[in-house]
């Protein structure tokens, strides 16, 4: 059943014979809009996260300007709203920790404001999931526009991904292997245009997790930032949210328990980022969806690897575009998926799939030629990490997946690299290395710390791989054998606090085990020893942020964001 005008929310707000309601519309006139140009028309919102200095987004201006576009010929009244923009390659010490404040921002901007729908447009790794975690909150009609991916990379005579390869000609810099002058021509060709990493890094990750739960367009995840293409689909965007507005298509009626399920196969087949764990989860638990770790482990024994994208994989994001998109990807995994749902641009995901093509398969494979034969992720348990831990394993060394070793432990990031090539220290290459004090808390805010660096002298011998245990996250783009997200993190106590370079540590990736051999009575000598590290806020967001972040098990959100409840809607009259 349609809507009336009468029955828009921004009605409230225009439609009354009030004295707020004139002024309402006096200032709108204000802002040199005809009354035929907006009154009992879909008021949409765009939020955008535009910023000069989010080379990711530095594109959505122009796009922002596309969705209008469509939304004035499908007969609404688009608003742009800047919000905030989370880049992460400068914001520092991390983007996570300010992905809740993103959250907020479009929850109450959406709340207070006279909008009907919204358009949200994000895409670098943590702006995706606080768009839609706020937006689910406020449980409004939405479309999410992906940022996209920017073109490959390019050096002499090979194409680079950034992040996967940004990594991996450091590290042979510090082997001895490149100097300056490659370095110096690197760096003017890893990062060649707008857009997000074109590897399945956490960006492409999660916007593909966004596709998946139906909350883009077709194909739109894929599509690379500077193809005209993009912005066609930015302008069907601003279109579509119109219709979906009119027919009260709120965002409860697409992110279901189903689409939350699927989008964690989509992410498991792909390959995809360790960080879309956190954000599903509190992506989900905005929605009231309960997922866990431990359904991303179930998940992930019954799903192939299909996806031949960096880091895990050959291809990079332009070449799954046109090998079909992830239209073309979960066709291939429609027995796994929950045909029936609907998303925002079909009735459900079974009409949205019928009739897509796959046209390269070695980017992206058939079933019968996975590139793995289960999902990419696994979740560890033991006496180390109770709460759990993850890692991805399709991106390690196979011989490093089994594997027992003495720790180094470094207490921090800036201990760790003033002294990690210390020869001292007696790293080996059966050395497993321990990070804490990088945590939610710790970080603060979780950095991306997890894929320590292996010391020059090993580098050099030719070790590219170790094992590697923290309670930090790590980029999407990243490789290796590095075991994250351990919780509960040292800094509250969990067991990784109580570690001391020399214990045994044993990692069991196919019986996702992660051990410390140490007995229960001496981690409980060690664990009467600890004293919890001081506050490290005593004021401002920073000190909200530590009063209520929950660990990475949970999703990392914040507990009075987090909890159910219910929101009155503002008074307009």
């Known amino acids: 059943m349609r809507k009336s005008p009468e029955e828009l929310r921004s009605h409230h707000w225009y439609g009354t014979d009030g ?30 996260t535009w910023s000069d200095i989010n080379p990711c987004h530095s594109h959505l201006r122009e796009r922002a300007q596309a969705v209008k576009r469509g939304v004035w010929q499908a007969g609404g009244f688009p608003l742009e709203f800047p919000v905030s923009t989370l880049s992460e390659t400068f914001q520092k010490p991390t983007p996570m920790l300010y992905r809740n404040l993103l959250a907020m921002e ?65 590290d042979d810099k510090r082997a001895g292997l490149i100097g300056d002058a490659e370095l110096a021509e690197l760096e003017n060709g890893l990062a060649r245009s707008p857009g997000h990493c074109m590897t399945m890094g956490t960006a492409s990750t999660l916007t593909a997790a966004a596709e998946a739960l139906g909350v883009t367009m077709p194909g739109a995840s894929s599509i690379p930032a500077v193809d005209s293409a993009h912005e066609r689909m930015a302008a069907a965007s601003g279109a579509r949210i119109v219709e979906l507005v009119w027919q009260d298509l709120r965002l409860s009626r697409i992110l279901t328990p189903d689409a939350y399920q699927d989008a964690v196969a989509t ?12 954000h599903l989860i509190a992506m989900a638990g905005r929605s009231g969806v309960e997922l866990t770790l431990d359904d991303f482990d179930r998940i992930a024994r019954t799903v192939p690897v299909l996806a031949n994208l960096r880091p895990g994989g050959r291809y990079l994001m332009e070449d799954f575009h046109f090998a079909g998109g992830l239209p073309g990807f979960l066709a291939r995994l429609t027995d796994l998926l929950h045909l029936d749902r609907p998303t925002v641009a079909h009735t459900t995901l079974r009409e949205q799939l019928h009739g897509v093509l796959v046209h390269n398969e070695d980017v992206i494979r058939p079933r019968g030629n996975p590139l793995a034969a289960e ?9 180390l990490c ?39 220290l007696g790293i080996t290459a059966d050395s497993v290395l321990v990070l804490r004090g990088s945590g939610p808390l710790g970080g603060p805010g979780m950095p991306e710390y997890g894929m320590l660096p292996i010391p020059d002298r090993l580098l050099k011998q030719g070790v590219r791989d170790m094992v590697r245990i923290s309670d930090a996250r790590m980029s999407g783009t ?7 997200h351990i919780a509960p993190e040292s800094h509250v106590g969990g067991p990784l606090a109580l570690v001391r370079t020399g214990d045994l540590i044993t990692l069991d990736v196919a019986g996702r085990r992660l051990h410390l051999e140490v007995d229960d009575a001496e981690l409980e000598r060690r664990r009467a020893a600890w004293q919890p590290p001081p506050p490290r806020y005593s004021r401002g967001y920073g000190a909200l942020y530590q009063e ?26």
């Open 375 to 383: 999902g990419g992720l696994a979740v560890l348990r033991g006496n």
């Open 478 to 484: 990243s490789y290796g054998a590095c075991v994250l």
């Open 267 to 278: 992410v498991l087949a792909l390959g995809g980022s360790t960080n879309a764990v956190i």
């Open 548 to 573: 209520q972040i929950t660990q990475a098990d949970t999703g990392c959100d914040f507990r009075f964001l987090a909890r159910p409840g219910e929101v009155p809607e503002p008074y307009a009259g």
């Open 106 to 170: 479009t929850e109450e901007l959406l709340r207070s404001y006279p909008v009907d729908g919204a358009v949200l447009l994000g895409g670098c790794d943590k702006s995706t999931p606080a768009l839609l975690m706020g937006a689910a909150s406020m449980d409004l009609p939405a479309v999410f526009v992906p940022a996209g991916p920017m073109l490959p990379g390019h050096w002499r005579n090979e194409v680079l991904g950034s992040g996967t390869d940004m990594w991996k000609y450091w």
């Open 19 to 48: 004295l707020r309601s004139f002024s309402h519309r006096a200032r709108t006139r204000q802002l040199g809009y005809l009354p035929e140009e907006h009154l009992g028309k879909p008021v949409i919102a765009i939020l955008n």
């Open 386 to 424: 109770p709460d759990g831990a993850v890692i991805k394993h399709i991106a390690a060394e196979p011989h490093l997946l089994q594997h027992t070793g003495p720790a180094v432990v470094f207490d921090d990031y800036r201990a760790m690299q003033a002294t990690i090539n210390d020869p001292e």
